[in-house]
């Protein structure tokens, strides 16, 4: 009869777990077919959530997750700055909270702006950057002294400027978002990679390709190889580049890997020995990064960062490819609040009026040069 009590035991531990395997894998299909059903959201509010790599966990508790975007607004930009936030904002349902990183003596106009308009609902921190970091890491030219944007640097701060985030977004003030941050935010990294970039040789920039501008999309556009310390870190000089306007940042691996101190220590080696290339087009921002990120960093889409729109006043893409992209983003000389710059109605709908009047939309000819 022990023998009898035996099997009937063994009979029953087997019946719980075929139960329990049959329970776990009905909730299992359940939660797909959940899934399933919310894909056809007539709406199209939920689009990420069938991206595999977002934990269904994740996405149910997409309203609270705070978003963190790191953005620089320096006084001669700030409608951009303004305007990049709003577009973000009005796309999204996620608890975004912008990191506005700025200079002492923008904080009162910035304020103003956003708390006497339709932002004043925006969440956000204003930063003061201390400029005081750069010495001894930047070669300042007596000449061209107020050409130092010491804001331009300050992604390379980023775990200063949001030190409680897990995850970080960086975007230029020269961007429009057309659809919902919270894509960006959830674009996978590499184990190991502390950035996601969107690269300069992809499908959306090549076709377009400036001529004329340079090697502007490869290494050799940006370091001088025939310093000994450039050939010495044996990097491909036709490794396409990256662009550093719009990144999705690990601030955990950040921290890890010391990103800040090895940017810093290739700006001051470039003061010493000179080490970007002669004919750079554009921000001396992109060479430490990419020496820094070489070969170490993940991809986000390219229709997350459709740029050159700033290049020349002369339309670069389609009118159904600029409706479709996520983020617009006008590098270049020609900004969309300067000279006319191409789509620039695109960008005004998002803008929205200074209160205090200072800061117009009135395109001179002789704001073509103020734009870098």
Not at 126 to 144: C, H, N, S, T, W
Not at 349 to 371: C, M, N, Q
Request: charged share 20%; net charge positive; glycine share 4%.
């Amino acid at each position: 009869s022990s023998k009898f009590s035996v099997n009937i035991s063994i009979l029953i531990v087997a019946v719980v777990i075929f139960l329990l395997v049959l329970h776990h894998n009905f909730l299992g299909l359940s939660d797909f077919l959940k899934r399933e059903l919310s894909d056809s959201n007539p709406l199209g509010l939920q689009p990420i959530d069938f991206i595999p790599a977002v934990p269904q966990r994740l996405a149910d508790e997409r309203n609270d997750k705070e978003i963190s975007v790191v953005i620089a607004a320096s006084d001669e930009r700030l409608g951009g700055a303004i305007a990049a936030m709003n577009s973000i904002y009005r796309h999204t349902r996620s608890n975004v909270v912008f990191h506005i990183v700025t200079l002492n003596d923008t904080v009162d106009h910035l304020r103003l702006w956003l708390s006497n308009t339709a932002l004043k609902n925006l969440r956000y921190r204003i930063l003061d950057f201390d400029p005081r970091v750069l010495e001894g890491k930047v070669q300042v030219d007596p000449q061209k002294a107020d050409t130092l944007k010491p804001l331009t640097f300050a992604r390379f701060y980023l775990p200063n400027l949001v030190p409680h985030a897990e995850k970080a977004i960086y975007v230029d003030d020269d961007i429009i978002v057309q659809d919902d941050i919270l894509e960006l935010y959830n674009t996978p990294l590499k184990p190991g990679h502390a950035a996601a970039f969107s690269d300069d040789c992809d499908s959306t920039t090549n076709k377009v390709a400036v001529r004329g501008a340079g090697n502007q999309y490869n290494y050799i556009g940006f370091l001088d190889y025939k310093k000994e310390t450039i050939r010495k870190l044996a990097m491909k000089a036709s490794t396409c580049s990256f662009n550093p306007g719009v990144f999705v940042a690990n601030l955990t691996e950040w921290k890890l890997q010391n990103i800040t101190k090895q940017l810093e220590k290739w700006m001051a080696l470039n003061v010493a020995e000179e080490l970007y290339s002669r004919t750079l087009a554009g921000s001396i921002t992109t060479p430490p990064l990419l020496i820094v990120f070489y070969k170490q960093h993940s991809s986000i889409d390219p229709m997350w960062n459709v740029r050159h729109l700033g290049s020349s006043a002369g339309k670069r893409y389609s009118p159904q490819f600029v409706k479709a992209a996520k983020l617009l983003h006008w590098n270049g000389h020609f900004k969309p609040w300067g000279r006319t710059a191409s789509y620039a109605e695109v960008w005004e709908k998002w803008y929205v009026p200074d209160p205090t009047g200072k800061f117009s939309l009135i395109r001179r000819h002789s704001e073509a040069y103020e734009a870098k």
